[in-house]
Protein backbone atom coordinates (compact mmCIF):
# COMPACT_ATOMS: atom_id res chain seq x y z
CA UNK A 1 0.00 0.00 0.00
CA UNK A 2 1.33 3.17 -0.67
CA UNK A 3 1.64 6.28 1.44
CA UNK A 4 -1.51 8.01 -0.65
CA UNK A 5 -3.15 4.49 -0.37
CA UNK A 6 -2.65 4.58 3.30
CA UNK A 7 -3.67 8.07 3.77
CA UNK A 8 -7.22 7.58 2.04
CA UNK A 9 -7.62 4.51 3.74
CA UNK A 10 -7.67 6.22 7.18
CA UNK A 11 -9.76 9.22 5.87
CA UNK A 12 -12.22 6.70 5.68
CA UNK A 13 -12.14 5.57 8.84
CA UNK A 14 -12.63 8.67 10.35
CA UNK A 15 -15.41 9.23 8.30
CA UNK A 16 -16.88 5.44 9.00
CA UNK A 17 -16.20 6.62 12.79
CA UNK A 18 -18.08 9.43 12.78
CA UNK A 19 -21.28 8.02 10.62
CA UNK A 20 -21.38 5.57 13.15
CA UNK A 21 -21.87 8.91 15.46
CA UNK A 22 -25.15 8.79 13.77
CA UNK A 23 -26.56 5.38 13.29
CA UNK A 24 -25.62 4.73 16.60
CA UNK A 25 -28.04 7.04 17.95
CA UNK A 26 -25.32 9.71 19.95
CA UNK A 27 -26.01 12.64 17.68
CA UNK A 28 -29.63 12.66 18.38
CA UNK A 29 -29.35 11.89 21.86
CA UNK A 30 -26.79 14.85 21.87
CA UNK A 31 -29.46 16.91 20.05
CA UNK A 32 -32.28 15.93 22.85
CA UNK A 33 -30.17 16.96 25.34
CA UNK A 34 -28.99 20.64 23.50
CA UNK A 35 -32.87 21.05 22.39
CA UNK A 36 -33.96 20.57 26.13
CA UNK A 37 -31.96 23.94 26.70
CA UNK A 38 -34.46 26.90 26.64
CA UNK A 39 -32.00 29.33 25.09
CA UNK A 40 -34.35 31.63 24.30
CA UNK A 41 -32.13 35.03 23.63
CA UNK A 42 -35.03 37.37 23.22
CA UNK A 43 -36.44 36.47 26.46
CA UNK A 44 -34.93 37.93 29.13
CA UNK A 45 -36.23 35.51 31.45
CA UNK A 46 -33.95 32.85 30.38
CA UNK A 47 -30.38 34.56 30.86
CA UNK A 48 -29.93 31.21 33.16
CA UNK A 49 -30.58 29.07 30.40
CA UNK A 50 -27.92 30.51 28.26
CA UNK A 51 -25.35 30.51 30.70
CA UNK A 52 -26.16 26.82 31.78
CA UNK A 53 -25.60 25.57 28.06
CA UNK A 54 -22.69 27.10 27.90
CA UNK A 55 -21.62 25.52 31.62
CA UNK A 56 -23.54 22.73 31.33
CA UNK A 57 -23.24 21.53 27.84
CA UNK A 58 -20.75 23.17 25.09
CA UNK A 59 -17.70 23.69 28.06
CA UNK A 60 -17.87 19.83 29.47
CA UNK A 61 -18.05 18.79 25.16
CA UNK A 62 -14.63 20.69 24.33
CA UNK A 63 -13.01 20.04 27.92
CA UNK A 64 -13.29 16.09 26.59
CA UNK A 65 -11.21 17.00 23.29
CA UNK A 66 -8.89 18.35 24.89
CA UNK A 67 -9.88 21.96 25.03
CA UNK A 68 -8.96 24.55 27.38
CA UNK A 69 -12.27 26.47 28.18
CA UNK A 70 -13.46 29.91 29.88
CA UNK A 71 -16.49 31.58 29.67
CA UNK A 72 -16.47 35.22 29.01
CA UNK A 73 -18.77 38.24 30.25
CA UNK A 74 -20.73 40.27 27.63
CA UNK A 75 -19.98 43.86 28.11
CA UNK A 76 -23.11 44.41 25.83
CA UNK A 77 -25.86 41.89 26.91
CA UNK A 78 -25.04 41.20 29.99
CA UNK A 79 -27.37 37.91 29.74
CA UNK A 80 -25.78 36.56 26.37
CA UNK A 81 -21.90 34.78 27.37
CA UNK A 82 -19.51 33.83 25.19
CA UNK A 83 -16.80 30.74 25.32
CA UNK A 84 -13.38 30.69 24.14
CA UNK A 85 -12.24 27.73 23.81
CA UNK A 86 -8.30 26.52 22.08
CA UNK A 87 -6.47 22.95 21.78
CA UNK A 88 -2.91 24.24 21.13
CA UNK A 89 -1.05 21.09 19.86
CA UNK A 90 2.05 23.53 19.19
CA UNK A 91 1.92 27.19 18.46
CA UNK A 92 3.87 26.37 15.35
CA UNK A 93 1.65 24.19 13.39
CA UNK A 94 -1.64 26.32 12.08
CA UNK A 95 -4.78 27.18 13.91
CA UNK A 96 -8.09 26.92 12.83
CA UNK A 97 -11.41 29.37 14.72
CA UNK A 98 -14.65 27.74 14.50
CA UNK A 99 -17.57 29.33 15.83
CA UNK A 100 -21.27 28.48 16.89
CA UNK A 101 -24.16 30.07 18.37
CA UNK A 102 -26.22 28.23 21.17
CA UNK A 103 -29.18 30.65 21.31
CA UNK A 104 -32.46 29.93 19.45
CA UNK A 105 -35.44 32.58 18.68
CA UNK A 106 -38.51 32.10 20.74
CA UNK A 107 -40.46 28.73 20.94
CA UNK A 108 -43.69 30.16 20.29
CA UNK A 109 -44.70 26.72 21.80
CA UNK A 110 -49.21 27.17 21.49
CA UNK A 111 -47.89 27.60 17.60
CA UNK A 112 -46.36 24.10 16.45
CA UNK A 113 -48.42 21.27 15.08
CA UNK A 114 -50.34 18.85 17.01
CA UNK A 115 -47.33 16.37 18.88
CA UNK A 116 -44.30 18.54 18.61
CA UNK A 117 -42.57 20.89 21.05
CA UNK A 118 -40.42 22.95 20.76
CA UNK A 119 -37.67 21.70 23.70
CA UNK A 120 -37.99 18.35 22.62
CA UNK A 121 -36.36 16.28 19.42
CA UNK A 122 -39.43 14.50 17.46
CA UNK A 123 -38.54 12.09 14.96
CA UNK A 124 -41.04 11.97 11.82
CA UNK A 125 -39.29 9.82 9.19
CA UNK A 126 -36.02 11.96 8.25
CA UNK A 127 -37.37 15.51 9.99
CA UNK A 128 -36.10 16.47 13.56
CA UNK A 129 -38.21 18.67 14.97
CA UNK A 130 -37.21 20.97 17.72
CA UNK A 131 -35.87 24.65 18.49
CA UNK A 132 -32.60 24.83 17.36
CA UNK A 133 -32.15 21.50 15.51
CA UNK A 134 -31.29 23.29 11.83
CA UNK A 135 -30.31 26.56 13.88
CA UNK A 136 -27.89 26.34 15.24
CA UNK A 137 -27.66 23.29 17.85
CA UNK A 138 -27.83 20.84 15.46
CA UNK A 139 -25.15 22.23 13.25
CA UNK A 140 -22.39 22.78 15.83
CA UNK A 141 -23.45 19.37 17.19
CA UNK A 142 -22.20 17.83 13.99
CA UNK A 143 -19.17 19.67 13.52
CA UNK A 144 -17.66 18.91 17.25
CA UNK A 145 -18.92 14.85 17.07
CA UNK A 146 -17.09 14.88 13.64
CA UNK A 147 -14.15 16.82 14.82
CA UNK A 148 -14.16 14.14 18.17
CA UNK A 149 -14.10 11.37 15.46
CA UNK A 150 -10.89 12.46 13.72
CA UNK A 151 -9.17 13.45 17.11
CA UNK A 152 -9.80 9.20 17.58
CA UNK A 153 -8.47 8.25 14.62
CA UNK A 154 -5.43 10.82 14.68
CA UNK A 155 -4.81 9.16 18.32
CA UNK A 156 -5.58 12.19 19.54
CA UNK A 157 -3.69 14.83 17.41
CA UNK A 158 -4.91 16.38 14.44
CA UNK A 159 -1.67 18.04 13.34
CA UNK A 160 -3.17 21.88 14.06
CA UNK A 161 -4.86 23.99 16.32
CA UNK A 162 -8.24 24.55 16.78
CA UNK A 163 -9.84 27.92 18.72
CA UNK A 164 -13.58 28.34 19.12
CA UNK A 165 -15.79 31.34 20.09
CA UNK A 166 -19.17 30.59 20.76
CA UNK A 167 -22.56 32.81 21.84
CA UNK A 168 -25.31 33.40 22.86
CA UNK A 169 -26.90 36.08 21.62
CA UNK A 170 -26.99 35.72 17.68
CA UNK A 171 -30.57 35.74 17.43
CA UNK A 172 -30.58 39.00 18.70
CA UNK A 173 -28.10 40.67 16.71
CA UNK A 174 -25.22 39.14 18.16
CA UNK A 175 -24.24 42.03 20.97
CA UNK A 176 -20.86 42.50 21.70
CA UNK A 177 -19.45 40.15 19.65
CA UNK A 178 -17.28 42.83 17.55
CA UNK A 179 -16.36 43.75 20.94
CA UNK A 180 -14.82 40.43 22.55
CA UNK A 181 -13.10 39.57 19.76
CA UNK A 182 -11.48 43.00 19.47
CA UNK A 183 -10.58 42.99 23.17
CA UNK A 184 -9.64 38.90 22.26
CA UNK A 185 -7.82 39.39 19.20
CA UNK A 186 -4.86 37.93 20.00
CA UNK A 187 -5.99 35.23 21.81
CA UNK A 188 -8.56 34.22 18.39
CA UNK A 189 -5.57 35.08 16.21
CA UNK A 190 -5.97 31.90 13.90
CA UNK A 191 -4.96 31.15 9.80
CA UNK A 192 -8.48 30.66 8.88
CA UNK A 193 -12.08 30.01 9.97
CA UNK A 194 -14.65 27.27 9.26
CA UNK A 195 -18.20 27.35 10.38
CA UNK A 196 -21.90 26.03 9.77
CA UNK A 197 -25.02 28.13 9.63
CA UNK A 198 -28.02 28.68 7.71
CA UNK A 199 -29.40 26.21 4.53
CA UNK A 200 -27.41 24.73 1.93
CA UNK A 201 -28.60 25.55 -1.41
CA UNK A 202 -31.36 22.18 -1.66
CA UNK A 203 -30.69 19.36 0.75
CA UNK A 204 -29.45 17.07 -1.54
CA UNK A 205 -26.37 19.81 -2.42
CA UNK A 206 -23.39 20.38 0.05
CA UNK A 207 -22.82 23.97 -0.04
CA UNK A 208 -19.94 26.35 1.15
CA UNK A 209 -20.45 30.01 1.19
CA UNK A 210 -18.00 32.84 1.70
CA UNK A 211 -19.77 35.25 3.56
CA UNK A 212 -22.84 36.91 3.94
CA UNK A 213 -25.60 39.88 2.84
CA UNK A 214 -25.39 42.80 5.42
CA UNK A 215 -28.60 43.57 6.79
CA UNK A 216 -29.88 47.49 7.91
CA UNK A 217 -33.12 47.42 9.64
CA UNK A 218 -34.95 50.52 10.07
CA UNK A 219 -38.36 52.18 10.80
CA UNK A 220 -40.52 53.89 8.94
CA UNK A 221 -43.14 56.52 11.36
CA UNK A 222 -45.87 58.76 10.37
CA UNK A 223 -46.79 60.81 13.79
CA UNK A 224 -49.34 63.26 12.42
CA UNK A 225 -51.23 64.63 15.58
CA UNK A 226 -52.34 63.76 19.46
CA UNK A 227 -55.07 60.82 19.55
CA UNK A 228 -57.43 59.21 17.65
CA UNK A 229 -60.33 61.30 15.37
CA UNK A 230 -63.72 59.88 14.05
CA UNK A 231 -63.34 58.91 10.96
CA UNK A 232 -67.28 59.95 10.01
CA UNK A 233 -67.28 63.24 11.30
CA UNK A 234 -63.10 63.73 9.96
CA UNK A 235 -62.56 60.94 7.12
CA UNK A 236 -61.73 63.16 4.00
CA UNK A 237 -59.83 66.20 6.14
CA UNK A 238 -57.31 64.86 8.15
CA UNK A 239 -54.33 63.09 6.59
CA UNK A 240 -54.42 59.72 7.56
CA UNK A 241 -50.88 58.72 8.64
CA UNK A 242 -50.97 55.20 7.34
CA UNK A 243 -52.21 56.55 3.92
CA UNK A 244 -48.77 58.43 3.88
CA UNK A 245 -46.65 56.04 5.28
CA UNK A 246 -48.27 53.26 2.49
CA UNK A 247 -46.89 55.64 -0.61
CA UNK A 248 -43.74 57.05 0.96
CA UNK A 249 -42.94 52.75 1.12
CA UNK A 250 -44.03 52.46 -2.55
CA UNK A 251 -41.89 55.39 -3.59
CA UNK A 252 -39.09 52.96 -2.16
CA UNK A 253 -40.03 50.00 -4.69
CA UNK A 254 -41.80 49.41 -7.96
CA UNK A 255 -44.58 47.57 -8.09
CA UNK A 256 -42.54 44.28 -9.01
CA UNK A 257 -40.52 44.75 -5.66
CA UNK A 258 -37.31 46.31 -7.44
CA UNK A 259 -35.44 49.09 -5.80
CA UNK A 260 -35.50 52.29 -7.26
CA UNK A 261 -33.69 54.57 -4.97
CA UNK A 262 -30.36 54.78 -6.77
CA UNK A 263 -28.28 55.09 -3.09
CA UNK A 264 -29.83 51.57 -2.12
CA UNK A 265 -29.13 49.99 -5.25
CA UNK A 266 -25.94 47.73 -5.50
CA UNK A 267 -22.86 47.53 -7.74
CA UNK A 268 -23.39 45.35 -10.97
CA UNK A 269 -23.15 41.51 -10.54
CA UNK A 270 -20.05 40.75 -11.33
CA UNK A 271 -19.10 37.97 -14.14
CA UNK A 272 -17.13 36.29 -11.01
CA UNK A 273 -20.43 35.72 -8.94
CA UNK A 274 -22.85 35.18 -12.25
CA UNK A 275 -20.49 32.21 -12.77
CA UNK A 276 -20.38 31.01 -9.70
CA UNK A 277 -24.35 31.48 -9.19
CA UNK A 278 -24.79 29.46 -12.74
CA UNK A 279 -25.84 26.03 -11.96
CA UNK A 280 -27.34 26.96 -8.50
CA UNK A 281 -31.10 26.30 -8.56
CA UNK A 282 -33.37 28.38 -5.94
CA UNK A 283 -36.66 26.40 -3.85
CA UNK A 284 -36.34 23.34 -5.50
CA UNK A 285 -37.12 21.40 -1.51
CA UNK A 286 -40.78 20.04 -1.04
CA UNK A 287 -42.41 22.84 0.93
CA UNK A 288 -40.24 25.17 0.14
CA UNK A 289 -42.43 28.33 -1.21
CA UNK A 290 -42.87 28.97 -5.14
CA UNK A 291 -40.90 31.57 -6.39
CA UNK A 292 -42.75 34.66 -8.11
CA UNK A 293 -40.93 34.66 -11.22
CA UNK A 294 -41.67 38.54 -11.73
CA UNK A 295 -41.06 39.78 -8.13
CA UNK A 296 -37.49 41.73 -8.00
CA UNK A 297 -34.98 43.16 -9.71
CA UNK A 298 -35.66 42.35 -13.75
CA UNK A 299 -32.55 40.96 -15.60
CA UNK A 300 -31.57 38.70 -13.02
CA UNK A 301 -32.49 34.64 -12.11
CA UNK A 302 -33.60 34.16 -8.69
CA UNK A 303 -30.79 32.80 -7.21
CA UNK A 304 -28.94 35.82 -8.51
CA UNK A 305 -31.72 38.25 -6.92
CA UNK A 306 -31.38 36.27 -3.80
CA UNK A 307 -27.58 35.66 -3.42
CA UNK A 308 -26.28 38.91 -5.78
CA UNK A 309 -28.40 41.73 -5.61
CA UNK A 310 -30.59 43.64 -2.25
CA UNK A 311 -33.53 43.82 -1.64
CA UNK A 312 -35.98 46.13 0.57
CA UNK A 313 -38.50 44.12 2.67
CA UNK A 314 -41.52 45.72 4.66
CA UNK A 315 -41.55 43.28 7.98
CA UNK A 316 -43.76 44.74 9.80
CA UNK A 317 -46.75 47.83 9.24
CA UNK A 318 -48.85 48.91 11.74
CA UNK A 319 -51.48 51.90 12.42
CA UNK A 320 -54.41 51.81 15.08
CA UNK A 321 -55.35 48.07 16.54
CA UNK A 322 -55.36 45.67 13.77
CA UNK A 323 -57.13 43.04 16.31
CA UNK A 324 -59.70 45.43 17.36
CA UNK A 325 -60.24 48.54 14.41
CA UNK A 326 -62.34 51.34 15.27
CA UNK A 327 -64.00 53.70 13.42
CA UNK A 328 -61.02 56.40 13.69
CA UNK A 329 -58.40 57.66 11.82
CA UNK A 330 -55.41 56.94 13.78
CA UNK A 331 -52.88 59.72 14.84
CA UNK A 332 -49.37 57.35 13.93
CA UNK A 333 -48.34 54.82 11.73
CA UNK A 334 -44.75 52.91 11.67
CA UNK A 335 -43.48 50.04 9.68
CA UNK A 336 -40.61 48.22 10.20
CA UNK A 337 -38.20 47.09 6.87
CA UNK A 338 -35.33 45.69 6.14
CA UNK A 339 -32.81 45.91 3.72
CA UNK A 340 -30.63 43.35 2.90
CA UNK A 341 -27.37 44.41 0.64
CA UNK A 342 -24.33 43.25 -0.90
CA UNK A 343 -20.69 44.00 -0.81
CA UNK A 344 -19.97 47.34 -2.96
CA UNK A 345 -23.32 48.71 -1.11
CA UNK A 346 -23.16 52.41 0.57
CA UNK A 347 -24.93 50.57 3.58
CA UNK A 348 -23.31 53.47 6.23
CA UNK A 349 -25.60 55.97 4.44
CA UNK A 350 -29.03 54.22 4.47
CA UNK A 351 -30.88 56.80 6.78
CA UNK A 352 -29.69 59.65 4.58
CA UNK A 353 -30.64 58.35 1.15
CA UNK A 354 -34.04 57.51 2.40
CA UNK A 355 -34.54 60.88 3.99
CA UNK A 356 -33.40 62.41 0.78
CA UNK A 357 -35.80 60.31 -1.35
CA UNK A 358 -38.90 61.04 0.82
CA UNK A 359 -37.57 64.75 0.67
CA UNK A 360 -37.52 64.55 -3.01
CA UNK A 361 -40.99 62.86 -3.16
CA UNK A 362 -43.00 65.24 -0.50
CA UNK A 363 -42.89 62.73 1.82
CA UNK A 364 -41.34 64.97 4.92
CA UNK A 365 -43.88 63.24 7.69
CA UNK A 366 -41.85 60.04 7.34
CA UNK A 367 -39.13 59.81 10.29
CA UNK A 368 -36.30 57.79 9.67
CA UNK A 369 -34.41 55.36 12.18
CA UNK A 370 -32.42 52.78 12.14
CA UNK A 371 -32.21 50.01 14.79
CA UNK A 372 -30.10 47.24 14.01
CA UNK A 373 -27.52 47.35 10.60
CA UNK A 374 -24.47 43.80 10.09
CA UNK A 375 -22.03 44.64 7.23
CA UNK A 376 -21.76 42.48 4.37
CA UNK A 377 -18.52 40.15 3.58
CA UNK A 378 -17.80 38.16 1.23
CA UNK A 379 -14.32 35.94 0.56
CA UNK A 380 -12.40 35.86 -2.81
CA UNK A 381 -13.73 32.93 -4.70
CA UNK A 382 -10.33 32.78 -5.97
CA UNK A 383 -8.84 32.94 -2.27
CA UNK A 384 -6.51 29.11 -2.26
CA UNK A 385 -8.61 27.89 0.64
CA UNK A 386 -12.13 28.20 -1.56
CA UNK A 387 -10.65 25.57 -3.59
CA UNK A 388 -9.56 23.08 -1.01
CA UNK A 389 -12.71 23.09 0.72
CA UNK A 390 -14.73 21.98 -2.50
CA UNK A 391 -12.26 19.47 -3.53
CA UNK A 392 -12.49 17.83 0.45
CA UNK A 393 -16.27 18.07 0.13
CA UNK A 394 -16.32 16.57 -3.64
CA UNK A 395 -13.89 13.34 -2.25
CA UNK A 396 -15.88 13.06 0.47
CA UNK A 397 -19.15 13.14 -1.00
CA UNK A 398 -18.82 12.46 -4.99
CA UNK A 399 -21.03 15.37 -5.59
CA UNK A 400 -20.00 18.89 -6.79
CA UNK A 401 -20.48 21.61 -4.23
CA UNK A 402 -22.09 24.41 -4.47
CA UNK A 403 -20.40 27.81 -4.05
CA UNK A 404 -22.11 30.46 -2.87
CA UNK A 405 -20.27 34.13 -2.66
CA UNK A 406 -22.42 35.31 0.03
CA UNK A 407 -25.02 33.96 2.07
CA UNK A 408 -28.71 35.46 1.09
CA UNK A 409 -29.27 35.99 5.47
CA UNK A 410 -26.91 37.48 7.39
CA UNK A 411 -24.72 36.14 10.09
CA UNK A 412 -21.82 37.61 11.97
CA UNK A 413 -18.82 37.34 8.94
CA UNK A 414 -17.66 40.76 9.52
CA UNK A 415 -16.42 40.20 13.10
CA UNK A 416 -14.49 37.28 11.27
CA UNK A 417 -13.74 38.55 8.18
CA UNK A 418 -12.89 42.08 9.42
CA UNK A 419 -11.86 42.43 12.89
CA UNK A 420 -9.65 39.33 13.01
CA UNK A 421 -9.10 39.20 9.65
CA UNK A 422 -9.41 36.10 8.15
CA UNK A 423 -10.71 33.91 5.46
CA UNK A 424 -13.77 32.70 6.42
CA UNK A 425 -15.99 29.63 4.90
CA UNK A 426 -19.42 28.90 5.49
CA UNK A 427 -20.24 24.69 5.65
CA UNK A 428 -24.34 25.14 6.24
CA UNK A 429 -25.98 21.63 7.36
CA UNK A 430 -29.44 23.20 7.33
CA UNK A 431 -31.91 23.25 3.80
CA UNK A 432 -33.87 26.07 2.78
CA UNK A 433 -37.08 24.77 4.27
CA UNK A 434 -35.97 23.72 7.73
CA UNK A 435 -38.80 26.46 9.21
CA UNK A 436 -35.55 28.19 10.42
CA UNK A 437 -36.94 30.97 13.15
CA UNK A 438 -40.70 29.31 12.81
CA UNK A 439 -42.99 26.79 14.21
CA UNK A 440 -42.04 23.36 13.25
CA UNK A 441 -38.43 23.63 13.03
CA UNK A 442 -36.31 20.78 12.02
CA UNK A 443 -33.21 19.23 10.99
CA UNK A 444 -32.70 16.70 8.25
CA UNK A 445 -31.59 13.41 9.56
CA UNK A 446 -29.92 12.81 5.79
CA UNK A 447 -28.43 16.02 5.61
CA UNK A 448 -26.96 15.03 9.23
CA UNK A 449 -25.99 11.96 8.66
CA UNK A 450 -23.56 13.74 5.26
CA UNK A 451 -22.61 15.98 7.33
CA UNK A 452 -20.88 14.56 9.88
CA UNK A 453 -19.10 12.46 7.10
CA UNK A 454 -18.33 15.85 5.12
CA UNK A 455 -16.92 17.87 8.45
CA UNK A 456 -14.98 15.09 8.97
CA UNK A 457 -13.03 15.18 5.59
CA UNK A 458 -12.70 18.40 6.53
CA UNK A 459 -11.10 18.29 10.00
CA UNK A 460 -8.95 15.18 8.55
CA UNK A 461 -7.91 16.83 5.65
CA UNK A 462 -6.95 20.37 7.49
CA UNK A 463 -4.30 17.71 8.99
CA UNK A 464 -2.78 16.80 5.50
CA UNK A 465 -3.08 20.39 3.60
CA UNK A 466 -3.43 23.70 6.74
CA UNK A 467 0.32 24.21 6.83
CA UNK A 468 0.57 24.01 2.61
CA UNK A 469 -2.45 26.21 2.29
CA UNK A 470 -1.85 28.64 4.71
CA UNK A 471 2.10 29.06 3.02
CA UNK A 472 0.77 29.83 -0.66
CA UNK A 473 -1.99 31.92 0.61
CA UNK A 474 0.60 34.28 2.46
CA UNK A 475 3.04 34.09 -0.36
CA UNK A 476 0.10 35.04 -2.68
CA UNK A 477 -0.91 37.95 -0.36
CA UNK A 478 2.35 39.22 0.31
CA UNK A 479 2.91 39.10 -3.13
CA UNK A 480 -0.72 41.42 -3.83
CA UNK A 481 0.77 44.05 -1.00
CA UNK A 482 3.87 44.43 -2.28
CA UNK A 483 2.66 45.08 -5.69
CA UNK A 484 0.33 47.79 -4.55
CA UNK A 485 2.79 49.04 -2.20
CA UNK A 486 5.27 49.27 -5.11
CA UNK A 487 2.32 51.07 -7.51
CA UNK A 488 1.43 53.18 -4.93
CA UNK A 489 4.22 54.27 -2.99
CA UNK A 490 1.81 56.74 -0.76
CA UNK A 491 -0.65 54.56 0.32
CA UNK A 492 -1.73 54.36 3.46
CA UNK A 493 0.92 52.40 5.87
CA UNK A 494 -1.83 51.61 8.69
CA UNK A 495 -4.09 49.83 6.23
CA UNK A 496 -1.04 47.84 4.45
CA UNK A 497 0.42 46.94 8.41
CA UNK A 498 -2.91 45.80 9.37
CA UNK A 499 -2.91 43.51 6.45
CA UNK A 500 0.29 42.04 7.01
CA UNK A 501 -0.64 41.77 10.51
CA UNK A 502 -3.41 39.47 9.30
CA UNK A 503 -1.49 37.30 7.79
CA UNK A 504 1.25 36.60 10.80
CA UNK A 505 -1.56 35.69 13.08
CA UNK A 506 -0.23 32.42 15.04
Same mark, same amino acid.
Given at each position: &? ?33 ? #? ?14 ? *? ?20 ? !?????? *? ?9 ? /??? /? ?21 ? *? ?7 ? @? ?51 ? =?????? +? *????? @? ?40 ? !? ?35 ? %? ?38 ? !? ?22 ? +? ?12 ? &? ?68 ? @? ?21 ? =? ?12 ? &?? #? ?38 ? %? ?7 ? %?
Amino acid at each position: &MTANQATDSARQQAIARVLDVYDSGQLLDDLRRRV #GFRTESQNPEQAGALH *AYLAGEIAPTLTRLGFTCRIAA !NAIAER *APFLIAERIED /PAL /PTVLTYGHGDVVRGYDDQWRTGL *APWQVTVVG @DRWYGRGSADNKGQHSINFAALSAVLDARDGKLGYNVKVIFEMGEEIGSPGLA =EICAKE +R *AALAS @DLFIASDGPRVSAERPTVFLGSRGGVNFDLTVDLREGAHHSG !NWGGVLRNPATVLAHAIASLVDRRGAIVVDGLRPPPV %SDTVRRALADIELGGDEHAPAIDPDWGEPGLTPTERVIAW !NTLEVLAFKAGNPDAPVNAIPPVA +RATCQLRFVVGTDS &MHVAEHLAAHFARHGFNEVQVTVTRSAAATRLDPKDPWVDWVLASISTTTGKKPALLPNLGGTVPNDVFA @DTLGLPTLWVPHSYPACSQHAPN =EHLLGSVAREALGV &MA #GIWWDLGEDARRIANVRAARVGTSLASSAAASPSSSSAST %SFAVAALTQ %S
